[in-house]
């Protein structure tokens, strides 16, 4: 049992919160951000700075440029990242590309590691990941997924509609989780410029942090010839785990970053404005609202790291990382609303950054599964080890 | 004891309602509406649409048309007019209007209530109510107000910052809170278009739903005539309370209702929407949230009512509206932030009206006192009744 | 809407006031209090109290010699009784008599009114009410229900386990749920020293403020003459709900008075104590419990009176029984912990009442239908209303 | 960074588990259980049991027998020694001895090791610290000190009340904190047989874990030779808080095994018994609450973990042990409050050891400083580190 950090992960955290500070929180300002993300110029122009600095894409495998951080590190390094909301933009370790990394590097051909993971290391291109379906389709419940994959010669053809993915507009690659004709769940890959894809709309949402934002993408008859086939036929949710169990976890990371920015900006606050004879922090009310965000912080920091390491060991992780997902989703949520409140009329307008980590941190509770399934499957591990159902049905 | 409404009450909440419903509602998706609120233009569309109702200023005076409210019949009809974010525009029941009406109808002068009141109570104006002002200025503690009011011959001339200044762009008239030579606090009357007033920012804020948004005020050299002076030199903040413990029920009321809103979407939602084999409100983790949302809109709405009727009576109702602030901002809150959830995808992105009544509702827990503020005055009360601070030296 | 109290509420209000504080609270310290009750001298010691001051059994029938009192007004005069442990007992008032008088008086046939009813509401005997069952039967599931009453000639003969009976030992009388050979519920009523009945156990319980506490019963082969029938055979579990709605509503008003006797007993405290450098209740950080307090308090009032209304309209009130048994029971408990936490070391010895509040009102959270299966029935109508499950299913 | 016990540790915990499942589980019925804790002989056959066992006094220093223990590894041990309310007791590792044990080894001379700390150490004699008082004195605020030692020849007399002393009847020996004339704190050490201290009475109290209860404690006149004084004189404060930051932290440890075996009796209830057609756990409702209990105790072990290695590094840990001392009173509160609710009749009776687990508890987060002086504690570290005061009060 040890919370030390090894002196090149430490070299590396502080590396990383200099680029944050001096060369990525001075564009918070700039222009070129959209109620829909950063515009492609400027997340280029960061992802730049980030491959100058030896920062971009640190959780990429190595032999492709990145520096293949464990996942103990990853949760060091990408709490830094966290700090701004363009942070993880610059550094190539957003959702859904960071997700889609990993779920590549894991399954890929060699071929299609050359042709599809290679650019995403590289910061070249961007991907999305095209799972959810809107009613009465996949949403919260994979298994509702309505898209057809129909094998027709050496192709498949997809048609259905998908919702709520993130990155799509200006991607070049595509993720698509879609049903052969025996109900068997399966991925493939796709240019996001290949006819039969068209995205419908950009949807209105409450974050602006994702470059590309979030939208809807009709599948007319895309055609997908089989070596695109991303891993086994059938496999796609168990796929989906892979992806999703560290995706979330590396969401807990970078959110835990933003949380401690809000933070660190109410505190700075409470420590310099006064009202009524003190500051502002001096009043217990406000003290305690900051003691209560230093305990979130702290708590859901040492979930992330145990579920972190945990993954280290070679686990699948699975109970850990629904439990951290939870926690962190909702501790983090906290911090910000209580550094919203200690901040007042400049906590829910642009006078500080909080309004708008306020604004992109709140889907974190339902996207990744939501609380209320995360707690649901908690809770049937926790009886499954109590008692098998059978037990209990006598 | 008695929960009842009169006969009269129940028409004027269902006529209220079938207008909210017919006329106000198929606005929502107007163009017409900017980050800073609707536009002017389509501000008067919908407040002539109440003028044909006959819902204009339901709480104004009935000798300048308006209906002349009880705070329990208000409680109710602006509850109503809450369900939609435009429904307080059209009815011009919204803040700053609706209780800077309220103060003027209290305080002015027969000739201010004619040049002044009138056009706000006809619906013909805004207006805007200029007291918060930045760092180290009066913020939740307004006695360190620091814009100043000279006597100059027969005019004062006022300089000073102000910022917050709700519906300033576009307004006819403001409400000055300024300090005297002395150090006493008066308010002033002036018409917008002045010189010496000057609008000089827009802020960005997370709610959208105040016409004319949130502004920087200065003021330079503005002269206002002795006439203008609202009330009794000197007395500032009692006014200032007089407008605020009904002006913070009115949030109450409002805000109740957009929060109705809110719990009917996403209890329509949860009542169609399927996962997991069955209805999403069938889960008992969505369900309980239901109930809670019913719990908290029920608990919210008695407790609006209850200092309504102390209101009613007469009273100042100090210590009932701080404790209405608090609890109904609250309950409310965690109603919208629960409908939010259930809703899942849908309650972050425009697909519903959720996420902008989320955006809009943020921030009642932070103006006309925050919690903090009203939870500390709510305590002293109670230990002043307790044992005088004198005993309790001993 | 009026939440004024008549003069002859307040006078009664006023009277039953000074009878807790004048007559009842220097009781709390008499040592014939035990782990499982008062004793029965010192509960008849006490009725013979209420009965001079012409306050026992308020709202036992009149022609009985109650005092016939609506929903309101026992919300205000239970309140009262509440603010002592001994008060409801004093009163005759008390789980479970409280609701078996409701009961009889509701279905009762004239000959049973007179044999059990009017000796209980004279408080010359006690009763109690055997439903709940140990696993596999009856719990918070009632259909569960597993005693069984077989006809046999004129009577029925009774066998099963019945567990948590209140106040068994020392009852008089036994209303008893059983399901008769088709399955249906039945109530029967039965003496006490019946041969059949048997306590098997007095169970240790966190309460201690019930007479007789809560017995294990063993009914084995109990004969009941059919004349002892309590109301129409298989009527059982809808007399059940007439029983619960409104004792469950009962229960809200004595532990609100219990709760507002903790808050007072801590406010007194915050308001003399000091400690780093001035009182206790001047620091933010208690002065937030103390109006968390007032607020919890006021909202369990309004939701109390408003069901209470509800029910002297004559209506069932289910809906809104269920959600003030929830929002109550939970907000005095939210009340008596922070008393205790306030209280610190006084708030978890016996050097105040506060402990013993504390430990009685647990349970109050689970009896008569916990929160979950309020909140899981309150959810049930919500959805109800809002699409029929047949819409859902498509 | 690493969450891996070594396979030493691994057995201590294994050997420990077993020690408590099999040898102390089963005296949890034993009827030498008094309201105020474990009769004495009790304590001394269980302590006789974990001394053949070799696992008496496992944090005390390993010269007078004892095995010690890191921080880390007490953490592992002790949350298996509170699995069961004696554990602790038969460990020799409750408070107030454990601490005791920790302060006299750290500061004791050689020759009061020899006399004192010894037979603590070696489970033959308990202790007792002396240092709160009744108001006016010291409570929360240690600095309100009112009782007196007085220098005399070669001895310092010593008068004042102590109350909520745990453990004094009984003990061999006690620590008592008084003010020299010139008002500096200094620990003593006595004998618990001197003349002049005297056992007012013993306190009702809400737990019964601890041996000998608390007690009010008369010091008048009591005698203490100059070589009995503990430590230097003037220190007391300081060596209160190298005998608090551990101290508070073992309690965390303590605590966090009882409240695992609260969730366990409720997951295993859960898994078992049935309602309304299916297993509890199978309701989401109460689902719900087992997952938020696993959380809460993962959160809790962590927090715990961490700051024992704060300590093992030889850091005083005072932010650290503030921030768990907070976090886990509350987590461990929440899941036996929960485990409760779930056994709903049996976790408020002695059907489970629950109820008991929930009496016990409850004072944890009032004792070793309540969370409101933690809380407040921490927010004034934040805003030191922020800024300092001078600069905020510009």
């Known amino acids: ?20 500070a001096e060369v990525v929180i001075p564009y918070e300002d700039d222009p070129r951000q959209t109620p829909h993300g950063p515009a492609e110029a400027l997340r280029d122009e960061l992802v730049a700075h980030a491959r100058a600095a030896g920062l971009l894409t640190p959780h990429g495998p190595r032999e492709l440029g990145g520096l293949g951080l464990s996942h103990r590190a990853k949760a060091v390094v990408f709490e830094e990242a966290g700090y701004s909301p363009l942070g993880p933009v610059a550094m190539n370790i957003h959702a859904p590309d960071e997700g889609n990394i990993h779920l590549l590097d894991a399954i890929a051909t060699p071929a299609q590691r050359e042709r599809w993971l290679r650019p995403l290391v590289e910061g070249h291109a961007r991907s999305c990941f095209a799972m959810t379906e809107p009613a009465p389709g996949a949403g919260s419940d994979p298994t509702m997924l309505t898209t057809t994959a129909t094998r027709d010669g050496d192709d498949y053809v997809i048609h259905g509609t998908k919702w709520f993915i993130t990155g799509a507009v200006g991607a070049r690659v595509a993720i698509i989780m879609a049903k052969l004709e025996d109900g068997a769940a399966t991925m493939f890959l796709s240019d996001m410029d290949a006819p039969g894809i068209r995205v419908e709309r950009t949807m209105d949402a ?3 942090c994702f470059t590309g934002g979030h939208s809807v993408l009709r599948l007319e008859g895309l055609r997908v010839p089989a070596e695109n ?7 796609g949710f168990r796929y989906a785990q892979v992806r999703l169990a560290p995706a979330r976890l590396t969401h807990c990371m970078r959110w ?21 004879g003190k500051r502002l922090g001096e009043h217990e009310g406000v003290g305690f609202m900051l003691a209560d965000n230093a305990m979130d912080l702290h708590a859901a920091r040492l979930s992330t790291w145990h579920t972190a390491w945990v993954l ?4 699948r992780g699975k109970h850990e990382s629904s439990m951290s997902k939870v926690a962190v989703s909702e501790a983090v949520w906290r911090v910000v609303d209580r550094s919203v409140q200690i901040l007042g009329g400049q906590g829910v307008t642009g006078e500080t950054i909080v309004m708008r980590i306020f604004k992109d941190i709140r889907a974190f509770r339902i ?3 939501p609380s209320e399934v995360h707690r649901w499957s908690v809770a049937r591990r926790l009886l499954r080890r109590a008692a098998p159902p059978e037990e209990g049905a006598s």
């Open 1 to 20: 049992m040890d919370f030390s950090l090894s002196p090149e992960l430490q070299a590396l955290q502080e590396k990383t919160r200099r680029f944050i």
């Open 206 to 208: 409450l974050d602006a």
């Open 229 to 235: 086939v991303l891993g086994a036929l059938g496999e």
């Open 256 to 276: 835990l970053g933003a949380a401690r920015r809000a933070h660190d900006t109410a505190l700075a606050y409470a420590a310099r404005r006064r009202a009524f």
């Open 312 to 315: 280290d060991q070679g686990q």
């Open 367 to 369: 996207y990744d599964g």
